[in-house]
Nanobody, 128 residues
Framework: VQLQASGGGLVQAGGSLRLSCAYSGRTFNTYDMGVGWFRQAPGKEREFVAGISLSAGSRYYTTSSEGRFGISGDNAENKVYLQINTLNFEDTAVYYC????????????????????WGQGTQVTVSS
């Protein structure tokens, strides 16, 4: 599966941004796959932000991302979106989307090791 994240940029604090993740590939099957968004700030580990099941549409967040982040999918367009509202300086990071196959539990979405394919990342920088 190939994934490409886009939509990042320089945004003022308090603003909003929508990231896109386009996915494709011969082996791609929405029935048993999901897409997750992760981010990695300089000097920090990659962290899970949100995930979505492409078949059921179930959404997964962390306690810190729920509320300001919204994940959605468009299977017809083969895209997953991440809406980020009320951006703050701590949101500055490279955002990655990745594909997870056959997730069994909601907790699987939070584990980077469960994802087999990753996009190249898109930079989000929040300024004052």
């Amino acid at each position: 599966v190939q994934l490409q994240a886009s939509g990042g940029g320089l945004v003022q604090a308090g603003g909003s941004l929508r990231l896109s993740c386009a996915y494709s590939g011969r082996t791609f099957n929405t029935y048993d796959m999901g897409v997750g968004w992760f981010r990695q700030a300089p000097g920090k580990e990659r962290e899970f932000v949100a995930g979505i099941s492409l078949s059921a549409g179930s959404r997964y967040y962390t306690t810190s991302s729920e509320g300001r982040f919204g994940i959605s999918g468009d299977n017809a367009e083969n895209k997953v979106y991440l809406q980020i509202n009320t951006l703050n300086f701590e949101d500055t990071a490279v955002y990655y989307c990745a594909a997870i196959q056959q997730p069994n539990y909601a907790a699987d979405y939070r584990l980077p090791a469960r994802y087999e394919d990753w996009g190249q990342g898109t930079q989000v920088t929040v300024s004052s």
